[in-house]
């Protein structure tokens, strides 16, 4: 059987003021074992810290790719 593909979370086109309320809102929908890939025009580190702070030891955190111009990032749950 096949691994499923994560969803694709493309936050590049959307207002900043924005991303993060979709990135939490993929987030609260995956299930245990399950993730998205986060695409971003920058390093996403302080997200990581706000994740750090609100769901400690619930979240993976995997860059795919480290920029410069595109950052591919895998959240997920344990």
Not at 33 to 62: I, S
Request: with cysteine; hydrophobic share 35%.
């Amino acid at each position: 059987m096949a691994a499923v593909e994560d969803a694709v979370l493309d936050v590049r086109t959307e207002p900043p003021a924005r991303r993060h309320q979709l990135i939490f809102e993929s987030y609260g929908a995956c299930g245990a074992g399950e993730g998205f890939v986060l695409v971003n025009d920058h390093d996403p580190k302080p997200l990581y810290y706000q994740f750090a702070a609100e769901h400690e030891g619930d979240f993976t955190w995997e860059y795919l790719e480290e920029g410069p111009e595109t950052w591919r990032v895998r959240i997920g749950r344990p």
